[in-house]
């Protein structure tokens, strides 16, 4: 089993930052794809961002990409989020999601192995 503990969602104003934390354990780190997804009330949850597990290779959303960055510290277990730029359309509880196979947690299904669950970010107009 792998535990997955998101924090740093909060409350911010429109053109703010944030930066998302997500704590693993109890499974060899760097052997997973660590991905961020999030869910906006009355929406479908949808795909943010994918990490390989080395952090060679990265994904993002059409919506978010030159906004937001996902990075990872396999030492301290640690994957991140850095949003920049908030719009008040990334207003959701944010996901981290862990799968041996990054093409898994890019598409973002239920077969993705592990799931935390959540952190809520809400950006103010």
Do not use: H
């Amino acid at each position: 089993q792998m535990q997955l503990v998101e924090s740093g969602g909060e409350l911010v104003q429109a053109g703010g930052s944030l930066r998302l934390s997500c704590a693993a354990s109890g499974r060899t780190f760097s052997s997973y794809a660590m991905g961020w997804f999030r869910q906006a009330p009355g929406k479908e949850r949808e795909f943010v961002a994918a990490i390989s597990g080395l952090g060679r290779r990265t994904d993002y959303a059409d919506s978010v990409k030159g906004r937001f960055t996902i990075s990872r510290d396999n030492a301290k277990n640690t994957v991140y989020l850095q949003m920049n730029t908030l719009k008040p359309e990334d207003t959701a509880v944010y996901y981290c999601a862990a799968d041996q196979l990054l093409d898994v947690v890019r598409r973002g299904g239920d077969d993705i192995d592990y799931w935390g669950k959540g952190t809520l970010v809400t950006v103010s107009e």
